[in-house]
């Protein structure tokens, strides 16, 4: 009989937590634990990415889609600093991950031996909450154990890094003694409330707004009606951040859309005029774009106690789950007299006056000539197409204006992205983390020409590799190929008043829509406006995957909101008139949006 090692103790432990799935890729240091992952017959799936990167970004994806655990492994070495930057994307969106990772055998360890890294000392940061290395057979199912509740609890990756000799050595039958610790993969979330008499001052605080803002975050992911609820009694304009955009209906006629950089012009004014302000789950960092200190008075929702106050000194901090916290406030609110109906009442009217205009403008930019294609044009055809069993996966870069702008996400239909973290390539990890979280759904991932040349296009390998395999075979890319770092080229010029540096920001050009097909995938590639619609029906309803590939203008402008917006304009312009004719074009672009932002604001 095959002796029982360490690593069938660690699946064992996986599967009582409910994982059944790891991401990873495979080397020397962690082959004991493959070795068991192949005997579990695939009660636990190892999904090989092409790179342990993005097998990270698929363990974030996976966490993101599903609400559980991410688990993500490699190897020691550069398998292990390869996770490096998935880790943190999980650190600072807030998701639970759990990475399993090799080291050399404990007899080398401190001797300079091949691939040997100080792995603790790398995670020290990134797995703040809990990162271990484990000395004996003993220990290992302890540490993961604490691993998965920590990670739960905290909401943060966690590491477990276990030498390659511990993984084949036999696994412990654990008896309570001393200098053993029996554990068990047991966690249940507590219940978290504010006391009575915080709620009291929220509402009191409420009770006398007169222009009330929501700002909603990702923490009110399962506060949706409540969130709408308590607006409607309250004649409040809610706005979003960028994580927070899935769970608020935006068609609804006071939800002002995104706020920040890449935000609305209705959610501009909202924040900007408001004299109240509740912020809902949201640790934004667009600080620039909250009302004035002072302006607003503000109360803050959030289950981590340690986020309130953290971007806006707020009046009042509630500690408490969202949707729970705002049914009370909610039924207080309805046992006190309401005051001020007549000037919420005609805030709402402003606001919704401000939604309204929002999107007759974002129209118009969407339908503004480009050469060949406006990338806004591209985002606003697919809303309204989109499936309501859909899931969404967005790159980092200028797609994410375009997403935050031009796309009414359907209500239960979730997208993610990179958020805080902000990097690119994560789209095609995470849709691969999302179909194979949910394969009878389709998936649909938006994606630079950069992310798909950082990570994305290696990635199309993993989709075509595995998509026979899907109940529903439709996952479609969308990439907006403009031959250039957009994102980057407009930051140069807002914040640095540079024109844009060819040698940095010119990216080779690459035919993705041929490439899908010599994958065995559909490929369309798409240069007249004209065609898009089209070109989404089809990709929305083929046998197999489908590479969209559009060539859309960089020089369309990643122009903020006024009146942030406003104070970039004279730096842009500087940097646009070095640029010559294709900077005479841009600037064009740029009069056209800051001309509809001041025709809004007169």
Known sequence: MTQRTVSDLIVERLKAWGVDRVFGYSGDGINGFMGALRRTEGEVEFVQARHEEAAAFMAVGHGKYTGGVGVVTSTQGPGAVHLLNGLYDAKMDGVPVVAIIGQQSRTVLGSAYMQEIDLLTLFKDVAAQFAQLASSAEQVPMLIDRAFRTALETRTPCVVIVPHDLQTAEAPELEPEHGIVVTAPVWHPSRVMPREEELEAAVEILSQGERIAFFVGQG???????????????????????????????????????????????????????????????????????????????????????????RYPVELGLAGDAAETLQQLSVRLDAQQQEKESQRAQWRADVETQVSAWRHLSEERANLPAEPVNPELVVRELSGRLPDDAQLSIDVGSCVYWYARQLIVPPGVPAHLSGTLASMGCAIPYGLAAKLAHPERPLVALAGDGGMQMLGVAELITVAHRWRSWADPRFVVCVFNNRDLAEVSWEQRETEAEPRFPASQELPDFPFAAYGELLGLAGVRVEDPGKLGEAWDFALTADRPVILEVRTDPNIPLLPPFPAGEEKLKGMRSALSQEGPLGEHARKLLDSYAEGETKLRS
């Open 220 to 310: 009110a992911r399962k506060a949706r009606d409540e969130v709408v609820q308590l607006a409607e009694k309250l004649n409040a304009g809610v706005t979003t951040s960028l994580l927070g955009k899935p769970y608020v209906d935006e068609t609804l006629p006071f939800a002002v859309g995104t706020m920040g950089h890449l935000g609305t012009t209705a959610s501009a004014y909202l924040l900007e005029n408001c004299d109240t302000l509740l912020i809902i789950g949201s640790n934004d960092p667009w600080t620039e774009f909250y009302p004035k200190p002072g302006q607003a008075r503000a109360v803050q929702i959030d289950i981590d106690g340690r986020k309130i106050a953290n």
